[in-house]
């Protein structure tokens, strides 16, 4: 999954992005609302977290113009506690709402609860036939088996998982995968499918010729 950050406390930027990164997100990290919304009309992401304090125009601002072409979920953070700008924050679009200062634990579950929301799910957890997904703990259950996998392998299993039988291209995965300033190899999602067909099974990811992959629901 990718996020973009918006964000222009850079001690603080680094410490959302690095505890996102340890968690297998893909992370693009801006200071200002303007760079934010090109990035939101050029490019890809899973969700947003945006800081209401920015140095050129307000958070708001950016949530509104956001709103008005994109339905990207969107979590607030803000040092913004007086209930007025809560309510003004969700009534203009955000899916939830983050205090400063606040728990990096705090703030990684309330991602999680945003995008099941923006997904349709109510649970934690993810089952595809014999695969389970506990995305809160980061584990992978395979045939009642415990299965250790590499951040971006965990990532791109999340992703096909998500949408079980539906096709992802290698440049959608691979937008997810991997932020701006990251090596991207031209075989990496290949490897990444290799990896993960090894430590599972073979017939669970297929690969639909000149388009991309998808998880198969109906693999047993």
Known sequence: MRVLLIEDDPLLGDGIKTALQREGYAVDWLESGRDALAAIRYDTFSVV??????????????????????????????????????????????????????????????????????EGRASQMIEVGPLQIDEANHTVTWRSQVVPLARRE????????????????????????????EEVASNAVEVHIHH?????????????????????????
């Open 49 to 118: 977290v945006l800081d209401l304090g920015l140095p050129d125009i307000d958070g708001m601002q950016v949530l509104k113009e956001l709103r008005r072409h994109s339905a990207l979920p969107v979590l607030i953070l803000t040092a913004r506690d007086d209930i007025e700008a809560r309510i003004a924050g969700l009534d203009g679009g955000a899916d939830d709402y983050v205090l400063k200062p606040f728990d990096l634990q705090e703030l990684l579950a309330r991602l999680r609860v945003v995008m099941r929301r923006a």
């Open 154 to 181: 965990y990532a791109l299993l999340l992703e096909l998982a998500r949408h079980p039988g539906k096709v992802m291209t290698r440049p959608h995965l691979e937008s997810l995968l991997y932020g701006w300033n």
């Open 196 to 220: 993960l067909r090894k430590k599972l099974d073979k017939q669970l990811i297929a690969t639909v010729r000149g388009i991309g992959y998808r998880l198969a629901p109906d693999h047993q």
